[in-house]
């Protein structure tokens, strides 16, 4: 029998416990749990360490709401077995508000760390909005915390046969959502193939939040050079701060300069 491995990512301690236990009575499903994003990221590692991979994240869409009640917590075990006494559900692994990750970074990190495990978005009410953020950042299912275990158990299977799972009710918002986040990178993109390369590297260095003299000092240029390619960036854009400028570049698809990596070359190419 093929087994389905699972963690559940939940920083409410009863309903994270309970969801264990009830996934851990089925036969072909072994489930762990996780209090925290950092600590799910955690486990995510030490299942690869040891050679075992999670195939399924089923993630909280509000984590992170409850993290000052971590504060000072201690793991506890949980109580829940299968017939025979084989320990199924691992104890709940918790983590500290200190490098909180919320519900939708988590399933974007493990979409881009580990393309192979399924995440699935537990809800406790229905956001097309969120729901697109969620399918946005790598999301292949977004459920009701209220659904039935079985409903829950199709989307799991489901899921690791590539399939999308929606409420139906969700469905006409999150489309509409799509649609119009589509549209707005369509637009952050056509504004920032305006910029010259110069002015596209000083964004870049602006989205990896380098301030003007850190900028000049990486682009070997003067402090007042910078200065007039960030006004030139933001009048370019059509924005009025820098926050606005790096929400646009992030919309568009724009990374981070690379700060791990070499600096541009003295007397370079870039116009």
Not at 6 to 27: G, K, N, W, Y
Not at 93 to 102: F, I, K, S
Not at 133 to 145: D, P
Request: proline share 4%.
């Amino acid at each position: 029998m093929v087994r389905i491995r699972v963690l559940v990512v939940d920083d409410h301690r009863i309903f994270a416990e309970s969801l264990a236990a009830a996934l851990a009575a089925e036969p072909d499903v072994d489930v762990s749990a996780a209090g925290s994003g950092p600590a799910a990221l955690r486990c995510l590692e030490r299942a690869v360490n040891e050679g075992r991979r999670y195939d399924v994240l089923l993630v909280d869409a509000d984590l992170g709401s409850t993290a000052s009640a971590l504060q000072g917590a201690r793991p506890q075990a949980l109580g829940f077995a299968r017939a025979g006494g084989t320990p199924i559900a691992a104890p709940v692994q918790e983590g500290t508000a200190d490098g909180l990750v919320d519900g939708i970074s988590l399933v974007a990190g493990v979409r881009s760390g580990q393309p192979a495990v399924r995440t699935v978005v537990l809800a406790e009410k229905d956001d097309p909005r969120r729901a697109a953020l969620a399918l946005q950042a790598g999301a292949s299912g977004w459920v009701a915390k209220d659904c039935s275990l079985s409903r829950l158990l199709t989307v799991i299977r489901g899921v690791l046969r590539d399939e999308t799972h929606l409420p139906p009710a969700l469905l006409t918002g999150v489309l509409r959502e799509l649609t119009a986040a589509r549209k707005h990178r369509t637009e952050s993109e056509r504004l920032v193939e305006s910029l010259t390369p110069r002015e596209r590297e000083v964004l870049r260095c602006m989205v990896a939040g380098l301030g003007r003299k850190a900028v000049a000092e990486r682009l070997f240029l003067s402090p007042h050079t910078v200065r007039t390619h960030m006004q030139n960036v933001l009048g370019k854009l059509g924005v009025h701060s820098t926050l606005a400028a790096v929400a646009l570049a992030r919309r568009a698809g724009v990374g981070p300069a690379d700060l791990a990596g070499d600096v541009v070359e003295r007397g370079g190419q870039l116009a």
